[in-house]
């Protein structure tokens, strides 16, 4: 058994790094993006943050923030964030400081709400943002979408639980709340998302813009760049589905972001 998991093991490390190079080799050479990516590190919070700047594209009409899930990183909201901002926005996707304290998280995101609106940390000052937040990093920003400056909220297949001593849960409860509008995208129930377990936000939420369950999603459809670690625990994605979601927060943008 444990020759047969070595040889698994140095097989799977071949073909991440036989598509890596298929992945290059398919990359065309070309100019520069119009929007380079600024990687940057800042005090937030009291917490040192990483986290990539995406300059909109032309005269920006607002800001975003993306936060990922669980143990994952900035880079894989990449596509959504310079997505958005060659739509005219512009886009912060932070490493979040707090790995179980969605609570931490929140306030470095209302930090970060604060001085895009106040100007100089991250360019003239913005007007109105919009969080935008994956799996525990929905979570994350539901807590933070009632920062003044907020004018949407996105949950990407977002995740909830309660804390010790508190009976209810997290999420439900900052989104019974919550008065900034919001967006939810979701996938069926599977254990990626903890069956569906942010699906009670929608009859909690007051100005619920749109709760969709995108059928046949997983979990990872809604990352991107999403990685083989993702799909591996959590099932296959799917272009159609992801454009959706891509669609949906360009859509979301375009409704907030007037």
């Known amino acids: 058994m444990a020759t047969l998991i070595h040889h698994a093991r140095k097989g799977c490390t071949a073909l991440v790094a036989a598509a890596a190079v298929m992945v290059a080799m398919a ?15 800042h005090t937030v919070d009291g917490h040192r943050v990483t ?13 975003a923030i993306l936060s990922h899930g669980f143990t994952r990183n900035r ?50 000052p913005v007007e109105r ?21 907020v004018v949407g909220y996105v949950g990407l297949d977002p995740f909830d639980r309660s804390m010790p001593d508190e009976a209810e849960r997290l999420g439900r409860a900052a989104a019974a709340r919550l008065q900034t509008e919001a967006l939810l995208l979701r996938a069926p129930p599977s254990s990626c998302n903890a069956e569906a377990v942010a699906a009670a936000w929608a009859s909690a939420l007051p100005a619920l813009w749109r709760d969709e369950v995108i059928t046949g999603a997983s979990h990872c459809d809604f990352e991107s760049p999403t990685d083989w670690i993702c799909r591996l625990a959590c099932g296959d994605t799917d272009p159609a589905r992801q454009q959706r979601v891509r669609q949906a927060l360009l859509e979301a943008a375009a409704r907030w972001m007037r």
């Open 27 to 41: 990359t065309p050479l070309g100019p520069a993006a119009a929007s380079p990516v600024q990687t940057t590190v």
């Open 51 to 63: 986290l990539d700047i995406y300059p909109a594209v032309g005269p920006p009409r607002g800001a």
């Open 75 to 124: 880079r894989t909201l990449a596509g959504h964030a310079q997505a958005l901002a060659d739509a005219g926005v512009l886009v912060l996707t932070p490493d979040l400081p707090c790995t179980f304290d969605f609570r931490c998280n929140a306030r470095a995101l209302a930090a970060m709400v604060g001085a895009l609106r106040a100007g100089g940390t991250f360019g003239a």
């Open 129 to 149: 943002v919009m969080l935008v937040g994956f799996s525990a990093g929905g979570l994350s920003s539901v807590l933070a979408a009632d920062t003044p400056g």
